[in-house]
């Protein structure tokens, strides 16, 4: 999966550029993506790019739950978050997983794969 296409979904829902979470959830998804999405605990997912960011797994955990809150937030986009993430099980790890499920299906139909 291409990192802007990531960011491009992102800057739909209003998660501004500049915000931690905005990095760490296109990280996240890379992560996910580079397992297809099996096998991974988002403990392990927070940790990795907690290293990578020199934070720790809390503080990424925190900055993915803001940016998502942003989204959600009167600022967002209401059609693009709904897409992308919903508004009815806001967990992170449902927000990544859903995010990521609807990247990759919009993948597979722009490449016929569907």
């Not at 992102?10 to 915000?19: Q, S, T, V, W």
């Not at 990578?52 to 937030?73: N, P, Y």
């Not at 059609?79 to 967990?91: L, M, P, Q």
């Not at 790890?93 to 490449?111: D, I, P």
């Amino acid at each position: 999966m291409k990192r802007e296409k990531i960011e491009d979904a992102l800057l739909k829902m209003g998660i501004p550029a500049n915000i931690k979470g905005f990095a760490y959830i296109t990280q996240a998804v890379l992560l996910i993506d580079s397992e297809d999405g099996e096998n991974l605990s988002f403990g392990m997912i927070y940790s990795e790019i907690g290293r990578k960011f020199q934070g720790t797994r809390s503080q990424t955990e925190r900055a993915i739950r803001h940016a998502f809150g942003i989204a959600r937030d009167v600022r967002g986009n209401y059609d693009a978050v709904n897409h992308y993430i919903g508004f009815s099980n806001v967990s992170n790890s449902s927000s990544l997983a859903q995010l990521y499920l609807m990247l990759k299906r919009e993948e597979e139909n722009e490449t016929g794969n569907a």
